[in-house]
């Protein structure tokens, strides 16, 4: 049971958050700062942020921070686990940095099992520099780059979990959730990071999220939209899971 509104790994909330109104990263923020408290790895952890959106929770943790180029979280975040490797290191990437400059590197991880947790916010476009296509970006869907809806042509937005199943060791942990089961997210990602405590596995979570700024919607159409069209697509649930988890 949650005894306080706000994570007590969070530093002290002086002020509001600084991503656009209604934008989901401050709900999985806020679920991965409960997940860190009810484990009690504050003074264990590492948190990597990449360059976008995601980097904007740099300063929400009273935990080891570290910034890193577009795409090279994953990477980063490995060789540190490499070199301490009694710390519970955590990967935070937007689906930009993960399935496009970043796609090397995360299947790379994969295949060799690296005991990191990566969370993967996909709000299916390219949020800080103005909501272009990302590899994530739905059939029909309009952006910045893509006015009159993408084409598909038989190239399909890109499954992460799915492709990932495929390169992962068996003990990795797998899944995807959506910010519209907020508890849901927290249990996934509470789940990635013991597997990576107690199976010293791969651990991979992708949290399906809204944009209203760049997808031009209010509130309610932007979670229409992440339920009627993203949640219809990309699977939400466990896709692999360790035996011994």
């Known amino acids: 049971m949650r005894l306080s509104s706000f994570p007590i790994c969070f530093k002290e909330i002086t002020k509001p958050h600084k991503f656009c109104p209604g934008c989901g990263h401050g709900i999985v923020l806020k679920e991965l700062g409960f997940a860190v408290d009810e484990l009690d790895i504050i003074n264990d952890t590492l948190l990597g942020v990449d360059i ?59 295949l060799r099992n690296d005991p990191i947790t990566i969370i993967v916010v996909n709000n299916t476009l390219y949020g800080m520099t103005g909501g272009q296509m990302a590899p994530t970006t739905l059939c029909n869907e309009l952006t910045t780059t893509t006015p009159n809806g993408k084409i598909c042509e038989g190239i399909k937005p890109i499954l992460g979990p799915e492709l990932l199943k495929n390169t992962s060791s068996e003990k990795a942990f797998i899944a995807r959730a959506t910010i519209s089961r907020p508890l849901e997210v927290g249990e996934m990602i509470k789940k990635a990071l013991l597997n990576q405590i107690v199976n010293n596995s791969f651990s991979f979570v992708e949290i399906l999220s809204i944009c209203p700024t760049n997808w031009k919607k209010d509130a309610k159409e932007s979670f229409e939209f992440l339920e009627k069209y993203m949640e219809k697509y990309f699977t939400v649930g466990v896709i692999n899971e360790s035996k011994n988890s």
């Open 52 to 110: 976008g959106c995601s980097l904007l929770a740099w300063d929400f943790f009273n935990i080891a921070t570290i910034q890193t180029h577009h795409g090279r979280t994953i990477p980063i975040v490995s060789g540190y686990k490499s070199a301490q490797n009694k710390k519970i290191c955590i990967a935070y990437v937007g689906d930009g940095g993960a399935y496009a400059i970043g796609l090397q590197a995360l299947i790379t991880a994969s």
